[in-house]
């Protein structure tokens, strides 16, 4: 069983009461800073959120137009909801996992509504009916978010200002975790701050990126549902004892080479199962020399772990996988990954993880949208990096 206070833990089931609730919170949201050509303006956040939630955003994939002061104001709010955050963050049952996003916004909107399963994004009167009721129904699930929402795919910005919004309005609902991405020296060069290049020009895209940067420091690396289950973006570290550890990480932090262990929550990887020191039965910590840094970890580290912590689960993301999800040998370690047709270039199924109130898991596979599946040839293949790689039970020569 998980442990959670009493207030979080109570099931959301009246979706009246749900509505009328969201309505009261969303008029008690406060006002950022001044972001609209008016100076004297509030920017107004559940107006910003909901333009990510209009038809025309997502399912014809057109970007969003953006103001630089609009997005100052996006990450001041965003920083003082993360700095309520410990860096060891806690969400409480039922809730949804969410592994790597990418910048693929259409597949991020198909994740948020996964529970309305028969909504075609094809059908624009239900379409209409999400966008419609887009902030308000966010309210009647909580997610964990395990980093990487930018980079690789060609809408970074869209999803990092939609989590952005939704962390500022339900900051207690929504817990985003920082990727490997989240990093400057990663975003640097795999998309992100020429996104905001393109969008905003040369000068203010970079002061923006900067921005973003700071905001980044400030996410927790690792969270906590229910006292028993760890979630982070990499994986765990033999300087991981116990869970005040990872509590103790000071930020901002905006080099996570400053801090062993939250490097290692970013960036650490299972040892392949075609390793030998997979199969050891003492915990192996060996150099991680696929991706240059941190370390890879076997199973006898994890069940270790798994004891000195006292929790029943480690989830994590990182790694591409065919299935969008792979379980370690003793399956106390998951997997998962959430951007389906990862850079127009897999054929990878997309996996979210579903928490029940008692404890129980279930995972949620997504596949390629149509418009993924229409990779567009004509174009070159986008550059590799070793930022992620493949976790698949297959072999695989790909190094993402």
Known sequence: MLNGSNGENKT???????????????????SVVSANKNADEPFDVISFCKRHFRVDAWANERSQVYTVRELLALIDGAIEAFKKDESLATLSPPCTIVGDIHGQ???????????????DPKNLKAARHMEKFGVENATTSR???????VDRGPFSVECICLVFCLKIIYPKQYILLRGNHETKAINFAYGFREELMNKLGQNEGVDVWEKFNEAFA??????????????????????????????????PLADVNDNKLALDLLWSDPIDNL??????????????VVRGLSCCFNDAAIAETIKKLNIDLIVRAHQVQDNGFKF??????????????????????????????NGSLSIKLLKASSRNLKSDRGKGTP????SKTSGSSKSSSLTT
Not at 105 to 119: A, E, M, Q, T, V
Not at 219 to 240: E, N, R, T
Not at 331 to 357: C, H
Request: glycine share 6%; charged share 30%.
């Open 12 to 30: 959301l089931r009246d979706n009246k009461t749900v509505r009328d609730k969201t309505l009261r919170d969303t008029k008690t949201v406060p």
């Open 105 to 119: 916004y259409r597949d991020l909107i198909r994740i948020l509504f996964s529970r309305h399963d028969n909504i």
């Open 143 to 149: 997610f964990m978010f395990l980093g990487d929402f």
């Open 218 to 251: 400030w996410m927790p690396v690792a969270g906590l549902i229910g006292g028993k289950i760890l979630c982070m973006h990499g994986g765990i570290s033999p300087g991981l004892n116990s869970l005040a550890d990872i509590r103790a990480i000071e930020r």
């Open 275 to 288: 390793n030998i020191n997979s199969i050891n039965d003492r915990p192996q910590y060996i150099k991680n």
């Open 328 to 357: 370690s040998r003793d399956r106390k370690l998951i997997t998962v990954f959430s951007a389906p047709r990862y850079m127009l270039e897999n054929d990878n199924l997309g996996a979210v993880l579903k928490i029940r109130e």
């Open 383 to 386: 550059k590799s990096d070793k």
